[in-house]
């Protein structure tokens, strides 16, 4: 008999687990955060633990609220306000931290574990790969394990294994009506309410800046950046220019979007080849948005630039869609005011002279642009490599650096050295960024353009054309245009050096297996949305329309699996049926009780044969048969299935009435 | 608020069905199952992490949300069958005195699994918590502080758990009509046992002192222990009691007239105290109260009778 009331004081080690709990959830973001956030929280925990280990006595009230209020300033100091990702992220862990150092009574317990659920979901707003998630199931692993210990503790505190075992089994139990809320929860489109500023900060695209480096960073993306349905044929591969953010300014180093860019109507003096198709563009939290090289319509709240850049009015936080007409066989820009072409053709001498002075070189030998252009593109094609993992270029002269001594890279390394190059030729030239080729979805013909697929490419102004068209990449690796940039790269032409010690292939092997598990990660868990979700119903048989539909679906689906999970513990819990000798054994007692020769309980087989044989001697050779036989299964060999059938024949023709 | 509403509806679902007979087997339709307080503060944390979700298109998000919302409902299911198949009887609960702390007994066994952290209370006390075994009978005892002399009873027991995570409260209801007594408070400045009643019989007066051991006679329930004749036993023979007397036959009788007090309770505790008193020396003594009459005896049986008289003293007979 043990009679203890569990949860009256906090014991010890429950509050030694939350307080492991919380440090463990909180690790991640001690790193992104500013310093001082991590060394409060580790602090008041460190206090939380001497007090519970030590039984010291609480810190004060009024300490406890000072301290509070001045991690709430601390927060608006760094970030100017309370609200957003990064602030609210770091309001709740200094919360957290001081209702650890508050809490008294077990109740205060199960609300700082409720905390904790919640900082697990804000460790999602930052990073939501598969060994995040990993991580995080082991947090919320041992939250409930911590949860189980408050409730377990008889008396005593609960062991490891009282407190790991009962919440890894409710877990594992929960898993398969998890699986099915998170299939057919109905999906939303788009945020319920406007996002804080920094929410899309970890979202990856494009930026209004192009420095050698950023985009071969996108490159290892594999997230959406829109999805194109073509009303008619997808275009060939080498025409899928998709235009994005225009730059103009250059710095030597980096390209940037130009401050000054007035809006133009789109008339094009020839417009031929025109493509119908719908744009579903992926959050991405800038103005400008994507259509194919060169827009011909303009969709409702969006603007075109002199530079055909389309901006919308709203930052795109949300997905959105829109229809567009494109003209794949173009004119355009035929005069270029002199401002314009001015502003085309700035750079600084003094940087990057060696490739200046190439330029100017080019053009001084051949009088015609388009010879220029053509030399360029020679030259590219003859000694430099595409790769992925390009040298870093570190000098104050980057373009020179690409050029004449590393000539390995990425398009925008491409892209700037041959704009740089036109420009010191003395051609107008602008970088143009956006994203090349896609991938066929080839169950519903839709262009799927991810992350991995930006692109930068060149514009040049020649007299009499306007702005054409030059991709320096092309030259260098034709396979990027012509069929996309996994392709280009081949399946070794990531980290060569790696894969060439590799001999036996194991690495690579390892790291396609990665690769392949982490696209279906991003492809069935993280890109799980609502056209994924309509299009997987959809290959399941359930045309799932409208959300009221899958409502159903999804309360009936809940309702069979919690039904099977709680039929299965359920069912293990019936008595056990006893062993046929053992049910026939009852039944001859309840027969002999009948006669009035009842067994008394203590009494054994066979000091209750010698009672009845004693008191019915007419029954002797019958119980002395059942008996034995009784005996044989209990205590001695077992019994034969024909022998089990034998005695249970028996009993059931023993008549002592 | 809770608690009390749970009550209400408990007593008037339970109005008639009460006191039952042992054993008492928890079967399902017995074993009510709520959300606890923190069972709703969890949904309200799911909900948050539901809109955040939703709001941040974040599919780890999702799944944290479904596995928690899940692990809830999978929890019910534990909650209710840590209670479930309970077997329940009454075990003995004994005499106490007023000011005292009587323990109900309860005897509960688990036909399957182990149960852990099974609450049983009284309306509005304190719990107790026990974790039942697989098929072995473990007691539990419900401690009832015994106010007032008469009969205490158990009255209708609750019997609860939480277990395993604390978001659900499973709970079942149980009354076997258990009962004990409870005697007047001896009250020690009545002093000595008056000597005037002795005199009654006219045999003396008592000289309390050494015990002298007079004969030997059949064992009754009841003896205390060290008066029991091991050597006898040892020998083979059957159980005996020695007999001590302190004086020469002296009687007592100790009368309802003689404990001079306020009221008739405070004679009550004077007539207790004399009663042990009495025992504790080894007097024969006997007991005369308005309506009842014990005759003179020793022991720990009789003892007991003298007591339990005057604790129902007024009750009327014993139902």
Known sequence: MSAAIPNAALDARGVMWLLGAMLFVVAPHLARMPEWVGAFFVLMVAWRGWVAWRARHFPMRWVVFLLTVAAAAGTFLQYGR???????????????????????????????????????????????????????????????????????????????????????????????????????????????????????????????????????????????????????????????????????????????????????????????????????????????????????????????RHDLQLRSVRPVDARIRYEMTSYLD??????????????????????????????????????????????????????????????????????????????????????????????????????????????????????????????????????????????????????????GINAALGPIGVIPSLIAADRLGILSNLRFAWDALNSQWNQWVLGYNIDRQRQFLTRLGIDALDWMTLALWLAGVSFAVAGLVSLWLVARDLPRRDPPAVRAWKRYGEKLARAGLARAPHEGPLDYLARVRAARPDLGPEAVAITERYVQARYGTGLTAPEARELAQRVRDFRPA | MLVNLRQSIADWIFRARFPETSPVTLVQRRIFILPSKEGYVFALVLLVLLVASINYALSLGFILTFLLAAMGSVAMLHTWRNLAHLRIRPGRGDSVFAGDTAHFAVVIESPVRERFAVGLRRRDEEPVFADIAEREATTVGIAVKAGRRGRLKCGRVEIYTR???????????????????????????????????????????????????????????????????????????????????????????????????????????????????????????GLRIPGVSVPPDRGESHRARCLEALALHGEGAPR
């Open chain 1, 82 to 304: 309370l609200f957003g990702r990064d602030a609210g992220t770091t309001l709740l862990i200094l919360m957290a931290a001081m209702k650890l150092v508050e809490m008294r009574t077990s109740r205060e317990v199960l609300l700082a574990i409720h905390l904790g659920f919640v900082l697990v979901m804000t460790n999602f707003l930052y990073s939501q790969t598969i060994p995040m998630g990993i991580y995080m199931l082991a947090c919320v692993w041992i939250f409930v394990a911590t949860l189980v210990g408050y409730q377990r503790g008889v008396g005593r505190p609960a062991t490891v294994a009282e407190r790991l075992v009962p919440a890894g089994k409710l877990l594992a139990q929960a898993l398969p009506l998890m699986v099915v809320l998170f299939v057919l929860f109905p999906r939303v489109t788009g945020p319920l309410w406007a996002l804080p500023q920094d929410a899309r900060a970890g979202l990856s695209g494009l930026s209004d800046t192009m420095t050698p480096g950023n985009i071969s960073k996108l490159i290892q993306s594999e997230a959406t950046a829109f999805r194109v349905e073509f009303d008619g044929d997808i275009p060939a591969y080498q025409w899928l220019y998709f235009r994005g953010p225009v730059l103009w300014a250059f710095d030597g180093r980096s390209w940037r979007m130009s401050e000054f860019s007035p809006a133009a109507a789109l008339e094009y003096p020839k417009a031929e080849r025109p493509v119908k198709y719908a744009m579903t563009v992926e959050p991405h939290g800038k103005h400008w948005l994507f259509a194919l090289d060169v827009p011909g319509s303009l969709p409702p709240g969006v603007s075109a």
């Open chain 1, 330 to 483: 173009y004119r355009f820009g035929e005069k270029l005011p002199a401002g314009f072409r001015e502003f085309a053709l700035r750079f600084n001498t003094w940087q990057n002279p060696r490739t200046i002075a190439l330029g100017r070189q080019w053009a001084a030998e051949n009088p015609d642009p388009r010879r220029v252009i053509g030399r360029a593109l020679q030259y590219f094609n003859s000694q430099f490599t595409y790769t992925l993992e390009p040298p870093l270029l570190e000098s104050d002269d980057p373009y020179d650096e690409f050029l004449f001594d590393k000539k390995r890279g990425f398009c925008e390394h491409y892209a700037g050295s041959f704009a740089l190059l036109m420009r010191a030729a003395g051609i107008p030239s602008r970088i143009v960024t956006g994203y090349q080729g896609g991938e066929i979805n080839p169950l519903n013909r839709e262009l799927i353009v991810r992350q991995a697929d930006a692109h930068a490419w060149v514009e040049v102004w020649l007299e009499g054309e306007g702005w054409v068209r030059v991709d320096p990449t092309s030259a260098v690796s034709p396979n990027r245009i012509d069929s």
């Open chain 2, 163 to 285: 277990y395993p995570v604390g978001l659900f409260h499973a709970w079942s209801y149980f009354d076997f009509g258990q009962g004990v007594i409870v005697y007047p408070r001896p009250d020690p400045s009545a002093g000595p046992p008056p000597s005037r009643s002795v005199s009654e019989s006219g045999e003396g007066v008592p000289i309390p002192g050494e015990d002298d051991f007079h004969h030997l006679r059949e064992y009754r329930p009841g003896d205390p222990l060290r008066h029991v004749a091991w050597k006898a036993l040892a020998r083979g023979d059957q159980l005996l009691t020695k007999e001590f007397h302190a004086t020469a036959s002296g009687e007592l009788w100790l009368d309802w007239n003689d404990a001079r007090a306020a009221d008739p309770e405070a004679r009550l505790s004077f007539l207790a105290h004399w009663v042990i008193e009495c025992e504790r020396i080894g007097l024969r003594y």
